[in-house]
Nanobody
């Protein structure tokens, strides 16, 4: 049972990145999925979520710029990040939305000004 995140990197302000998180070992389609991010010295904050039925929600700070989606056939949840800002620089984590939490490893996103 695991989540494997990928897709982070270095991008200039205004650019785009797409994060992916591949699930294995559980029935992916039955769970909501979440993306969090963590700034240095801060607690993780919720960025976006998608329910098992496809309903999405976003933090105000990323609304209109980030899009979360899922592909149940590929057991993957993605986060498309557009119009990136330096303040989006953080380590991004995917998480299964369940009582027993399951986190992916973080992936670093760095946005240069």
């Amino acid at each position: 049972v695991q989540l494997q995140a990928s897709g982070g990197g270095l991008v200039q302000a205004g650019g785009s990145l797409r994060l992916s998180c591949k699930a294995s070992g559980f029935r992916f389609s039955s769970y909501g999925m979440l993306w969090y991010r963590q700034f240095p010295g801060k607690e993780r904050e919720l960025v976006a979520g998608i329910s098992s039925g496809g309903t999405t929600n976003y933090a105000d700070s990323v609304k209109g710029r980030f899009t979360i989606s899922r592909d149940n056939g590929k057991n993957t949840v993605s986060l498309q990040m557009n119009s990136l800002k330096p303040e989006d620089t953080a380590v991004y984590y995917c998480k299964r939305d369940s009582t027993v939490g399951l986190w992916g490893q973080g992936t670093q996103v760095t946005v240069s000004s």
